[in-house]
């Protein structure tokens, strides 16, 4: 059964809203459905929504700033806030691997929801110097 707490929204193929069989838009619920929020929140830089400026990922701000000592601790905070920030996570988990040749950051992430469920992805990001 799936969880009332992980909810259930429209789905997607390649980010674009799909029909099924029977001709209905397709639906995702419970973990599935969390883990697509969780990468859209991970993907919108943080104030891009009009109506909601608290939505979204601050690390976008971070991405073209100097890599300092403590680059890789702020973008892991900045993507830890961003997805907890979520009521349906209860823990976040983020490794940060950087490849300065190609200039991108890939980010994997695990989650366990507040029903107990988990999930993860990764997401590669690119860094503008």
Do not use: H, W
Not at 13 to 24: I, M, P, R, S
Not at 53 to 78: A, C, H
Not at 93 to 115: G, H, P
């Amino acid at each position: 059964m799936v969880s009332d707490i992980l909810l259930t929204d429209l789905g997607s193929v390649n980010g674009d809203l799909a029909a099924n069989l029977q001709g209905d838009l397709n639906t995702v619920s419970g973990i599935e459905n969390l883990t697509t929020a969780l990468q859209r929140r991970f993907g919108t830089p943080l104030g891009a929504l009009f109506y909601d400026t608290t939505y979204g990922n601050p690390v976008f701000q971070r991405l073209s700033s100097p890599m300092g000592k403590s680059f890789e601790q702020d973008v892991i905070s900045d993507v830890s806030s961003c997805l907890l920030a979520d009521s349906r996570v209860q823990s976040v988990q983020v490794r940060v691997l950087l490849n300065r040749e190609e200039k991108t950051a890939t980010f994997y992430v695990s989650f366990i929801a507040k029903d107990g469920s988990s999930g993860s992805f990764e997401q590669a990001v690119s860094i503008r110097v």
